[in-house]
């Protein structure tokens, strides 16, 4: 069997021993994950385009998108690819920093530069990147919700 791990660096050594204890298998491509409890990530594990793996911090996130079962994390520094879906890493990240904006777009507080209110009740955001981003009608009230407006 084989487990990804998403836990707190003071716990890897601990955990990892006791899972290779039981046969586990640890694998950042393994479609299990554990993790902790009201903890959340603070590096999130990435491919880029020519498939090397990358740790990068949750800060440096602007957002992330989904198309079809592709998931794209867009940072301050460049983009790249999750084999997770949306909703899972969704999971992961502080609630307190990131927001669901619509069906497939995650984005950092942090990041947003410009709010525009749009018809029919909607937002467009402007990024820190200069991306332009639709807060949809059924997340318009959540959005409003998270940026006290």
């Not at 740790?55 to 790249?80: F, G, K, Q, R």
Request: net charge neutral; proline share 3%.
């Amino acid at each position: 069997m084989k487990v990804k791990l998403l836990i707190s660096e003071n716990r890897i050594a601990e955990i990892t021993g006791k899972l290779a204890a039981l046969g586990i298998e640890i694998d950042d491509d393994a479609d299990l994950v554990l993790m902790e409890r009201n903890k959340f990530i603070s590096h999130l594990p990435v491919k880029d385009d020519r498939g090397e793996r990358y740790n990068i911090p949750v800060e440096n996130i602007v957002y992330l998108e989904s198309y079809s079962h592709n998931v794209e994390i867009h940072t301050t520094d460049a983009c790249y690819k999750s084999s997770e879906r949306l909703y899972q890493l969704y999971s992961m990240l502080d609630p307190q920093k990131f927001l669901r904006i619509s069906n497939s777009v995650i984005i950092s507080r942090y990041h947003v530069k410009k709010i525009k209110p749009a018809l029919s009740m909607k937002f467009v955001l402007t990024l820190s990147d200069g991306t332009l981003v639709d807060v949809t009608r059924s997340y318009y009230n959540i959005f409003k919700e998270f940026f006290n407006i």
